[in-house]
Structures are given as structure tokens and as C-alpha cells.
């Protein structure tokens, strides 16, 4: 099972970038729509921080505050993909994203708790100028 995060890059504030997360390995019972995913980030210096989640079949999401309204998350479980498209972007958004994957069978959805997740992926950089 591997996640590969794309998309990221250099765009000045007020701009807007798309990240993408591929899912590679998920198969038949373990296949990507038996997951909830989330994405995360860190800036240099601080914590991993929630970002945003989608569950399983893309019917409910869940943003932080400090990105409501400027991002949006979603998935198209037939691609194995998932995105987070990025509006609006501050030099605050600055940070190393995250992509990660939480079993949803469970029933114990991960949400923000980073360590409750299955998978990761290796992040893309995202850095936005004043």
C-alpha cells in the first residue's frame, strides 16, 4: 500500500493549488473505498496539523477552522485519488501536506487524531509568498 501526494509548488497569496493523493496497492477487500482519508500538514518548526477529512464515500468531510471556506476536499474512489483544492492561500498555508489513510470498517473514524491513522504518504511542499 503506497499514497503519493502531488501537486504541490510555489504560488504567490491569494492563489490557489490542487494537491493530489494516489492510492497505490488497495485491492479487493482492502480496496481505497474502505477508507476514510485525510490530509495533514506541517510547517517548519511546528506539530503536524490537521488539514481536512472525507469519509469513505466522499458524503461528509470535516475542515479545521483555520482552512474553512478556502479548501475543499475530495475523492473519486473509481481513480484511487483523493484532493484537497486550496483557494485563497496565505503565507501561513506554508507546509509540507500530508496524505492519509484510515480504515473506515471500524467504525472508529480517525478524523484529526493523526496517530489513529493506517497510512501515510510522503508529502508534497506547498509554499505561498506574500
Known amino acids: 500500500v503506497q499514497l503519493q501526494a502531488s501537486g504541490g509548488g510555489l504560488v504567490q497569496a491569494g492563489g490557489s493549488l490542487r494537491l493530489s493523493c494516489a492510492a497505490y496497492g488497495f485491492s479487493g477487500y482492502n480496496s481505497f473505498s474502505k477508507y476514510n482519508m485525510g490530509w495533514f500538514r506541517q510547517a517548519p518548526g511546528k506539530e503536524r496539523e490537521f488539514v481536512a477529512t472525507v469519509n469513505w464515500s466522499g458524503g461528509d468531510t470535516n475542515y479545521a477552522d483555520s482552512v474553512k471556506g478556502r479548501f475543499t476536499i475530495s475523492r473519486d474512489n473509481a481513480k484511487n485519488t483523493v484532493y484537497l483544492q486550496m483557494n485563497s492561500l496565505k503565507p501561513e498555508d506554508t507546509a509540507v501536506y500530508y496524505c492519509?489513510?484510515?480504515?473506515?470498517?471500524?467504525?472508529?473514524?480517525?478524523?484529526?487524531?493523526?496517530?489513529?491513522?493506517?497510512?501515510w504518504g510522503v508529502g508534497t511542499l506547498v509554499t505561498v509568498s506574500s
Open positions: 492519509a489513510a484510515d480504515w473506515a470498517d471500524d467504525g472508529d473514524a480517525a478524523g484529526g487524531d493523526p496517530r489513529k491513522y493506517d497510512y
